[in-house]
């Protein structure tokens, strides 16, 4: 639990430095920490498949369910149905950034492996990395969206 309290904080606490930045980060400054944030969780999960994938009684069952899960979200037209029902509660930019923010805080990759890890070996560095990294991209869609955002940390600690 503490892993999920500190995630929750960061995402808080990231949308309110976020929220005094509104419209105060440049574009460019937007762009290069996001392109930062995506590399580390690239790294993290390609350095959490290498340590475990090996270990892994079915290793093609990662490939396998990668493959259907995309396959199944482009057939039944996942993110055309996720935005209508984002533009159905709001029409302003925020619905678009919290959408963002709740997919991304939510259901990443370290999302999911993090209290995995937690939970099966006691090791809380992928929620800990986790949170540090929504924290710093809170901080760049509350500026762009507004402290709107911090309503992600509820779905998250939910």
Same mark, same amino acid.
């Given at each position: 639990?503490?892993?999920?309290?500190?995630?929750?904080?960061?995402?808080?606490?990231?949308?309110?430095?976020?929220?005094?930045?509104?419209?105060?980060?440049?574009?460019?400054?937007?762009?290069?920490?996001?392109?930062?944030?995506?590399?580390?969780?690239?790294?993290?999960?390609?350095?959490? !498949?290498?340590?475990? =994938?090996?270990?892994? #009684?079915?290793?093609?069952? *990662?490939?396998? +369910?990668?493959?259907?899960? $995309? %396959?199944?979200?482009?057939? !039944?037209?996942?993110? =055309?149905?996720?935005? #209508?029902?984002?533009?159905? *509660?709001?029409? +302003?930019?925020?619905?678009? $950034? %919290?959408?963002?923010?709740?997919?991304?805080?939510?259901?990443?990759?370290?999302?999911?492996?993090?209290?995995?890890?937690?939970?099966?070996?006691?090791?809380?560095?992928?929620?800990?990395?986790?949170?540090?990294?929504?924290?710093?991209?809170?901080?760049?869609?509350?500026?762009?969206?507004?402290?709107?955002?911090?309503?992600?940390?509820?779905?998250?600690?939910?």
């Amino acid at each position: 639990m503490f892993g999920t309290i500190f995630n929750t904080v960061m995402i808080i606490a990231g949308s309110i430095i976020g929220g005094i930045f509104k419209k105060g980060i440049k574009d460019e400054y937007q762009d290069i920490l996001m392109q930062a944030m995506g590399f580390a969780a690239v790294a993290l999960g390609i350095n959490a !498949i290498t340590q475990h =994938l090996p270990d892994s #009684k079915y290793p093609i069952l *990662f490939i396998v +369910s990668l493959a259907i899960g $995309g %396959l199944l979200g482009q057939i !039944i037209n996942l993110e =055309l149905r996720f935005n #209508k029902l984002v533009n159905k *509660f709001s029409k +302003s930019n925020l619905a678009e $950034g %919290l959408s963002t923010a709740v997919l991304l805080f939510c259901i990443g990759s370290l999302s999911i492996l993090g209290p995995v890890e937690a939970a099966l070996h006691g090791d809380y560095t992928y929620l800990l990395t986790n949170g540090m990294l929504d924290g710093i991209t809170s901080i760049v869609l509350a500026s762009t969206f507004g402290f709107g955002i911090a309503a992600a940390a509820i779905v998250l600690f939910v």
